[in-house]
């Protein structure tokens, strides 16, 4: 069973910073794409930053220059640095990562999601 742990989320003004962590735990035989989401009430979730194993990360164009997406190969992990947050990042952040189990497919996996809110 694979599962993708978040944490990091929670309340911050503007200005401020968070760092959002995820780490795959499970069977897992190896892991390519890893990256974060987020969606806003009513709306369809979209690609924060998103990164292959070995690439550079792509970051959408609302937070490029604040936001740094790294990786922990070893770990299994993806992390979300945050910086000069805005009240428009205000939203459920998701990990998502594509894993392949042993003998198996790759397949996307999903973070629990975590609540991201910047407000004074």
């Known amino acids: 069973q694979v599962q993708l742990v978040e944490s990091g989320g929670g309340l911050v003004q503007p200005g401020g910073s968070l760092r959002l962590s995820c780490a795959a735990s499970?069977?897992?035989?190896?892991?390519?794409?890893m990256g974060w989401y987020r969606q806003y009430p009513g709306k369809e979730r979209e690609s924060v930053a998103v990164?292959?194993?070995?690439?550079?990360?792509n970051y959408s164009d609302s937070v490029k220059g604040r936001f740094t997406l790294s990786r922990d190969y070893a770990k299994n992990s993806v992390y979300l640095q945050m910086n000069s947050l805005k009240p428009e990042d205000t939203a459920v952040y998701y990990c998502?990562?594509?894993?392949?189990?042993?003998?198996?497919?790759?397949?996307?996996?999903w973070g629990q999601g975590t609540q991201v809110t910047v407000s004074s």
């Open positions: 998502n990562a594509w894993i392949r189990t042993m003998g198996g497919p790759y397949s996307a996996y």
């Open positions: 499970g069977s897992i035989a190896s892991i390519n794409l």
């Open positions: 990164t292959s194993s070995g690439g550079t990360p």
